[in-house]
């Protein structure tokens, strides 16, 4: 006889935690919007460290063309060009561009002297200030920053902003050995493993989750002192879309309107009941999440279906 | 109890801990005591608690340094008192009587390790000051050494009239039950302190100890205390101790109430009683006594643990299930009740786990003892050691890693310990017989006796396959320190070297087991039911074995000789080639080291722990790329009980590799009993039991999965359905399945499976 049949657990309280992400929205809304994407990889020190964040630096910009029909909507800024200069410049130019979304990836060293965050490029390095002043020019859209360096916690007060979210490889400026977390965090941009609700996108909530386990996995594998804990802070990570994959990348821009606000539609249904789970009895919930998922399935069939043809 | 083998001073703790520390705070037998105080023990002791208050409180300001801290003390302001001895120390820096005293203070707050200095500078100062000698020996005794008894006996020798020194040795007797020597030291106490004008009344509450031990039913020596101080509570709270001893918690429980009952200011009672109101598993009670205990004695360190426990149990949930199970001849299944007590963060991975080996171990050992359990059983985990540790004696700290209660049973869970340090499955095992043991006997059995069967239990019942003697214990047969089995409590309770508790564990087993392959395990359980009756352990074994104590003794060196004699003859020698064997590994000269491990085969092939000749042996064919012989190797380590996780893994590993997968599954399942907090480990077994057809237990692996919050829970969701789906259970799968999809509503795998539940298509 199975647990769950003839074992009652008589303590209450334990429910589904985990935060219920339906892509509605960003799956058909703001997935396709402008999104602008600028990668840089640092200065290495030496040619392991510089093939390692070059690589990583890639592999972010390849996944995140793939976000938009627009190849100038992702910018690769690798190793000697990526200098002050290019750096402010070119985030000066899309600021000024105005995209509807803005994603930041900085990968590399970081160092912290106990006051200032220098993120490690060649030539003069950018200050956490400097970053912060280019980032914070009249720009009111949504920005996704990840600076994935060593001692980049120490910017985690100075870059937190209202339309940001922010992450970063480390809880603060103290934690200064290079850091796993970029090489993770470019793997989870290509793995659909890191797609915990289904929805074909990684979303930067998802991404994150997936690094920080496997940086945490990596220490306790390796037997390990943890040297690096990664942080994200700001509020709408969860639909904040880092890669697309599926039929949503195949059929991006293509998909028929009516079916897409159908989907659209279903998924708020679904988010609305989830809304109403502690109000409806066990039986009623899952009555009435298992008509919508029948529904979302149609939907989804059919847009299979027609991308077949 | 089952103790780690470099922990195993810990029983000892547990016996001795609160018994002689509290020793002598009710009776003084200050033999310099000063004359005012005198007064005021005589009105306490006649059980005139205010007016004693009245008497001693004047002594606090008006009298010298140590009159004032024996007074401070007295009114129970031990830390006043202190601090009055300190400064009375420093008053009179050569007075012994004033070291001694202060010793005592410490001894009677269990802080035996302060008291110990105080009582050996005593002893500088006059070296034959008896009452520095029997605080020493009493000191010594909690940590349980036989040097404390040697101690003793000197000084009865050297003072035979001394009624304390005859009492702790009358307590030592009662420990091990040896009643008429303990109640002739008694009498001899008694006269000598009718002669010496002291109060009887510690030696009347052992005097009733002795008769409830006995049975007897005679309340002569509790009614002859009261009578004499009607707040007398120690007359019921001294005897608690060899109830609790001897697992007898019902009663201790039973005697403790009455010793609140009478003496309702008797805060380390109403500790105790708190503290086994929660053995017995009601937390309500515990939680009202140890509430009073704590607002009379904030100080008491078994106090404070053990409500700061009962906080930590608010993070508990209570699992119900229930072992069914029919017996030959019998009209109904029998269906036991069966509570697991998890914390919350690991209930949902190691609930199927637990439930599954309780379940098996209840229906195994109702059928073997013959016995059937009266209440429901409770079986707690604890993921944090020092909890447990607190649960099972009020104290962190201790290297326990399972006690049973009776009908309640703790452990350490899986995750409180570093992953493979010790076999969790085997523990359970152990204590689950321990509740069948303990319970068949009404409590009445000896220590060694159920130790005994517990380990017997776990070599021939339980989880892990083999019998497993560590090495210290191998070289302690070899010299010949096992104790005659009329005599082995005393190496549980009293041991006389390190390791002594962990020889007399494999002793015990050792017994039980050459008794059930000489006689019969039927004869097991008689001499089980036996004990019921208060018999020896002598007794015992004429009536039921039909043979002396000292034959038995016989018999088990025949067969240690038979079963071990020749690891015990080559022992040197073995433990040389298992060294050259690892040598030869190191410099790579693997056929080398296949030659000196098979030589260390031939001798103990038992052996499975660290740097065992298999695994060598394993290294060395690997090392010449010989996989077919290096997985043989690795094979009939874990046959024998090899059961290091990495090396299990390994194991299964190279088994799949030879597309041996039913032999690899079945070596994954083991790893549960040792280390089963692994998302892979689940995702593996399930998905092997799914294809090999197995799916209850393919469903159970992906729950456990589940428990262990994986990165993506949707696909544990889908598997749970698909399980469910194959077991027919339609309901649960489709529940399951929109739990996935709850989780990733575009699931497409998840999707199909749901339409395929709701309309049966499949396509």
């Given amino acids: ?309 | 109890m089952r103790i780690r083998q470099p922990l195993r001073h810990a029983t000892i703790l547990v016996c001795a801990l609160y018994w002689f520390s509290t020793a002598g705070v009710t009776v003084e037998y200050d033999p310099n005591r000063d004359d005012a105080l005198l007064a005021c023990d005589a009105i306490y002791n006649s059980g005139k608690i205010d007016a004693s208050i009245d008497c001693y409180q004047p002594l606090m300001r008006q009298g010298s340094l140590h009159v004032a801290a024996e007074a401070a003390w007295a009114l129970g302001e031990t830390r006043n008192a202190n601090e009055l001895f300190r400064r009375a120390v420093a008053d009179q820096p050569g007075n012994p009587h004033i070291r001694a005293r202060w010793g005592r203070l410490f001894l009677s707050t269990h802080q035996p390790s302060q008291a110990v200095p105080l009582f050996e500078e005593a002893l500088q100062l006059d070296p034959e000051y008896a009452h520095a000698r029997i605080g020493l020996a009493a000191a010594l005794l909690n940590g349980g050494g036989s040097e404390a008894r040697q101690v003793l006996a000197q000084i009865a020798i050297d003072h035979p009239d001394s009624v304390e020194a005859l009492l702790l040795l009358a307590r030592l007797q009662l420990e091990t039950s040896s009643l008429d020597s303990a109640n002739q030291l008694l009498d001899q106490a008694l006269h000598y302190a009718e002669e010496q004008q002291l109060p009887p009344l510690d030696i009347y509450a052992l005097k009733a100890t002795s008769e409830m031990l006995a049975n007897s039913g005679d309340e002569r020596w509790e009614n002859e205390a009261l009578a004499i101080n009607p707040g007398y509570g120690d007359v019921y709270y001294i005897p608690a101790h060899y109830h609790l001893i001897n697992y007898r918690y019902r009663e201790a429980v039973e005697v403790l109430e009455k010793a609140v009952a009478v003496q309702p200011t008797h805060w380390s009672a109403h500790s105790q009683l708190g503290i086994n109101l929660l053995r017995l598993n009601d937390i309500e009670g515990a939680k009202e006594h140890l509430a009073i205990a704590y607002e009379g004695d904030p100080y008491d360190t078994a106090t404070v643990n053990t409500l700061r426990l009962l906080d930590t149990l608010e993070e508990f949930e209570d699992i119900d299930t229930e072992a069914v199970f029919s017996l030959p001849g019998a009209d109904a299944p029998i269906q036991t009740p069966i509570v697991m007590r998890l914390h919350r963060d690991e209930a949902d991975y190691l609930a199927p786990y637990v439930e599954d080996l309780t379940r098996r171990a209840v229906e195994t050992f109702t059928r073997r003892y013959r016995f059937e359990l009266k209440e429901p059983l409770i079986v707690e985990l604890f993921p944090n050691h020092d909890d447990f540790a607190v649960r099972t004696v009020s104290t962190p700290g201790v290297g326990l890693l399972g006690v049973t209660f009776g009908y309640l049973l703790a452990m350490d869970s899986p995750s409180a310990r570093a992953v493979g340090e010790f076999h969790w499955g085997s523990t359970l095992w152990h204590e689950l017989a321990h509740v069948f043991t303990i319970e068949v006997s009404d409590h009445l059995m000896p220590r060694w006796f159920t130790e005994g069967l517990s380990v017997y239990e776990e070599w021939h019942t339980g989880p892990l396959r083999g019998r497993h003697l560590p090495l210290d214990v191998l070289e302690a047969i070899r010299d010949k320190k096992l104790l005659p089995v009329a005599e082995l409590d005393n190496g549980f309770v009293r041991p006389s070297y390190p390791n002594q508790v962990t020889v007399s564990y494999m002793q015990a087993g050792l017994i039980c087991d050459m008794i059930s392959k000489k006689w019969s395990h039927e004869k097991l359980v008689d001499m089980l039911e036996l004990f019921r009756d208060r018999v020896d352990t002598g007794t015992a074994v004429r009536q039921i074995l039909g043979i002396e104590p000292e034959q038995l003794d016989a018999e088990l060196q025949a067969y240690i000789d038979e079963n071990y004699g020749t690891i015990l003859n080559r022992f040197e020698e073995w433990r040389d080639t298992i060294a050259s064997a690892r040598d030869a590994i190191k410099f790579k000269q693997y056929q080398r080291a296949i030659e000196y491990a098979n030589t260390a085969n031939e001798i103990f092939p038992q052996y499975v722990a660290q740097s065992s000749a298999w695994l060598t042996l394993h290294e060395a064919h690997t090392g010449l790329g010989q996989q077919e012989e290096a997985v043989a190797a690795l094979d009939t380590w874990y046959e024998r009980g090899g059961h290091d996780p990495e090396m299990l893994h390994q194991l299964a590993h190279r088994l799949r590799d030879l597309g041996r997968r039913d032999r690899a599954t079945q070596v994954l399942e083991s790893i549960n009993w040792v280390s089963p907090n692994n998302i892979d480990l689940h995702e593996r077994l399930g998905k092997d039991y799914m294809a090999s057809g197995n799916y209850a237990a393919a469903l159970r692996e992906f729950r456990a999965l589940l428990g262990l919050q994986p990165h993506d829970k949707s696909v544990a969701h889908l598997n749970i359905a698909k399980a469910h789906q194959k077991l027919d259970d339609t309901k649960s799968a489709r529940r399951s399945v929109l739990q996935a999809l709850e989780h990733a509503p575009f699931f497409r795998e998840a999707q199909d499976l749901l339409l395929e539940l709701t309309t049966g298509d499949a396509s």
């Fill in chain 1, 1 to 309: 006889m199975s647990l769950q049949r003839d074992a009652q657990r008589r303590t209450p309280g334990r429910r589904f935690a985990a935060a219920l992400l339906l892509g509605a929205s960003l799956f058909g809304g703001q997935a396709m919007a402008e999104q602008v994407t600028m990668v840089v990889s640092g200065l290495g020190g030496n040619d392991d460290y510089q093939r390692q964040f070059d690589r990583y630096a890639a592999a972010i910009a390849e996944q995140s063309r793939k976000l938009s029909a627009n190849p100038a909507d992702t910018v690769l800024l690798p190793g000697s060009a990526a200098t002050r200069e290019n750096i402010l410049g070119t985030i000066d130019d899309i600021m000024a561009r105005k995209p509807e979304s803005f994603a930041l990836y900085l990968i590399g060293h970081g160092s912290h002297d106990g006051e200032h965050y220098k993120y490690n490029i060649p030539g003069p390095d950018i200050t956490g200030a400097q970053i912060n002043e280019a980032l914070s020019t009249d720009f009111e859209q949504r920005q996704f920053v990840v600076v994935a360096t060593s001692a980049s916690g120490a910017l985690l007060e100075l870059l937190s902003a209202e339309n940001r979210v922010l992450v970063t490889a480390t809880k603060n400026g103290r934690e200064r050995n290079a850091v796993f977390f970029p090489q993770f965090l470019s793997e989870a941009l290509g793995d659909i493993g890191a797609d915990t609700d289904k929805n074909e996108i990684i979303s930067a909530e998802e991404m994150f989750q997936y690094a920080e386990r496997a940086v945490a996995a990596y220490y306790e594998t390796e037997k390990l002192l943890a040297s690096e804990h990664p942080r994200m802070e700001g509020s709408f990570a969860a639909d904040f879309a880092t890669a697309h994959y599926g039929t949503l990348l195949n059929q991006a821009g293509e998909i028929a309107p009516d079916l897409l606000e159908k989907r659209t539609q279903i998924s708020a249904n679904i988010n609305s009941l989830r809304a109403r789970k502690d109000d409806l009895s066990e039986e009623k919930y899952f009555d009435e999440l298992q008509t919508l998922m029948l529904e979302l399935g149609a939907v989804q069939r059919e847009i299979d279906q027609r991308s077949s043809q």
